[in-house]
């Protein structure tokens, strides 16, 4: 049988909370999306979240929220999901394509100023940030350019320290520490540092996105200044809102998430192992922050057609990793970000997902051993 790229990690628990919710009187956005909103903010820390029906409301509700007057521009990625440039031109403002850093597959301050300085420029007044591939760029970084920030981490989860599990000798330390604590000692857990967020942030759960509900997202504000601005838009209409089977199944993804994150873990060691000994090459996570392996990504020293004519000669699928994305798609001009687009022909993905049996990681680790 032949391995597929993608798999959503869907498991009985998951069948078991849609059937749940499937037999109740109410499917429509109700008491799962609230429970969904509580779950996620323990484990993302935000002070607001919406649960919507879409990533792409999502979207033009967060920029919605920025008052941004007609014809302003929305700096993005070329490496961007196709909907943000549809999303952008619905509500009237011009999206600005910023080139990548070759290395991170995401823009800089670097790309955006040199997109910021091309002669006749609609004014920038604002920035969406879509974490590609799962990597996070240096955000701190991003901030100090002055621009607000809208960041899609729909396929970054679990990068953040705050998302992950602790390991053995981590947690008890950090549970002997707290009960020092408790008993009246100078002791205390070590607080994490602040992870420094965009305005607002957008957690998709679509088929593609590490946390799946078959479609939906979360919008969420980290501080109580923006999630003020939010919360106007508390009392949206039921259509816009995360239907309650979508949100069962989401609360499930959450829960299992430390489980899968791992998984993903071990399988990636394998991967790359064989990777070190090829000639392609794995983009660079910043150096704060562990990546969350949602894909097995190679840009690649030879050409595409000719890894994938070599993958399905062994059974296994191999994809244009980027072919999604609007420089993948053609829709932007390829003179603007040459870089996004050479990634755009030569970023490959490999099957990675938890389902995958220890045979099928042994023979995808083979293949990539033996790339041409």
């Not at 070759?102 to 974490?131: F, K, N, Y």
């Not at 004519?309 to 603007?336: F, M, N, Q, R």
């Amino acid at each position: 049988m032949k391995i597929e790229v993608y798999s959503p990690t869907i498991r009985r628990k998951e069948m078991d909370a849609v059937l749940t919710a499937l037999v109740e009187d109410k499917i429509g956005p109700g008491e799962h999306a609230q429970n969904l909103i509580q779950i996620a903010k323990d484990r993302l820390h935000f002070d607001y979240a919406l649960a919507l029906r879409s990533p792409a409301i999502a979207l033009s509700i967060a920029l919605r929220t920025l008052n941004l007057e007609t014809g302003q521009g929305v700096i993005i990625s070329a490496l961007s999901p196709r909907y943000y440039k549809q999303v952008i031109e619905d509500l009237g403002l011009v999206p600005l394509y910023a080139d990548v850093l070759p290395s991170q597959a995401s823009i800089g301050p670097e790309t955006i100023e040199a997109l910021r300085s091309l002669p006749d420029m609609p004014t920038a007044r604002c920035i969406v940030l879509d974490h590609t591939l799962g990597y996070m760029p240096d955000m701190a970084a991003i901030l100090n350019v002055g621009l607000p920030v809208i960041e899609d981490r729909s396929r970054s989860y679990g990068t953040l320290a705050a998302e992950r599990p602790l390991g053995p000798a981590a947690a008890a330390e950090a549970a002997a520490a707290e009960a020092a604590a408790v008993a009246g000692a100078d002791v205390k857990p070590a607080p994490e540092a602040p992870y420094p967020a965009g305005v607002l942030s957008i957690l998709g759960l679509e088929e593609k996105d590490l946390l799946t509900a078959g479609g939906g997202a979360l919008l969420y504000a980290m501080n109580r200044r923006d999630a003020a601005v939010l919360r106007n838009y508390a009392t949206l209409p039921p259509e816009y809102g995360l239907p309650d089977m979508n949100a069962a199944m989401a609360v499930v993804q959450f829960r299992e998430a430390a489980r899968n994150l791992e998984k993903r873990k071990e399988i990636a060691k394998v991967y790359a192992q064989s990777s070190l000994r090829t000639r392609h090459k794995r983009f660079v996570q910043n150096d704060t922050f562990e990546y969350n392996n949602y894909a097995f990504s190679l840009v690649l020293e030879t050409g595409m057609k000719d890894v994938v004519a070599y993958a399905k000669k062994k059974d296994i699928a191999v994809l244009s990793a980027l072919e999604d994305t609007l420089v993948g798609a053609g829709l932007v001009p390829v003179e603007l970000c040459p870089e996004a687009y050479s990634l755009s022909l030569r970023t490959a993905l490999f099957p990675l997902y938890p389902r995958l049996s220890g045979p099928e990681i042994e023979k995808v680790g083979k293949l990539i051993l033996t790339l041409p």
